[in-house]
Structure formats: C-alpha cells, structure tokens
C-alpha cells in the first residue's frame, strides 16, 4: 500500500512564508512525477507545480516567482516553498505522485489527504 501524507500548512500572514512537505511510503518500486495541486471552496482543483524524477519543474502562472518545488528521491518526498502568500492562495494543497508499485508493478496517482493553507491580509 502507498500512502502520500503532507504537513506543514497552517496560518500565515499575508506577505508571509510556508513550506509544505509531503513524504511518500509504502510499496514503492519508483516515483517518477510529483507534484502540489490546490482546491479552494467551490472552485476545481487546480495544478499548483510539478517536478519530474529528473528535476525538471513547471509551475502555474500564479505560482511562478513565489513558489518552488523541489524533492528528495532518497526520501520520497517533495516539498513546496511558498514566499510571498497573499490571500488568493488560500486552499487546502494535495500532494500528488505517478507511482509504480514495487508490489503490483503497476503505475498510477495517488493523492495525499490535504493540507490546509490560509493566508489572511
């Protein structure tokens, strides 16, 4: 079983900084993908960053020159440094990886539970 688990959300002020991490575990034979997505209140889930096996990244519009994601293959996690929040940021934040299982030898996404972030002017 794979399991993707995110911490460090929380309340910052506007201007303000996080940085969120989400550690992979379980069965896992590879990571090749992984990345953050957020869902606001009523709205769609939307792409936050990504960042291949490689270390090649993309990043929404909203997020480029605030945000970077980064990761650790030898821990199975990535991370994402958040600088200059402002409140349109506000969201609970996933974290999503492309896994192959070293039980089934099969790839597919998993989700983490979410993170919340609110940031308050």
């Known amino acids: 079983q794979v399991q993707l688990v995110e911490s460090g959300g929380g309340l910052v002020q506007s201007g303000g900084s996080l940085r969120l991490s989400c550690a992979a575990s379980g069965s896992i034979f590879s990571i090749s993908a992984m990345g953050w997505y957020r869902q606001a209140p009523g709205k769609q889930r939307e792409l936050v960053a990504t960042?291949?096996?490689?270390?090649?990244?993309n990043y929404a519009d909203s997020a480029k020159g605030r945000f970077t994601i980064s990761r650790d293959n030898a821990k199975n996690t990535v991370y994402l440094q958040m600088n200059s929040l402002n409140p349109e940021d506000t969201a609970v934040y996933y974290c999503?990886?492309?896994?192959?299982?070293?039980?089934?030898?099969?790839?597919?996404?998993?989700w983490g539970q979410g993170t919340q972030v609110t940031v308050s002017s």
């Open positions: 960042i291949t096996s490689g270390g090649s990244t």
């Open positions: 999503n990886a492309d896994i192959r299982s070293l039980s089934t030898y099969l790839q597919s996404e998993y």
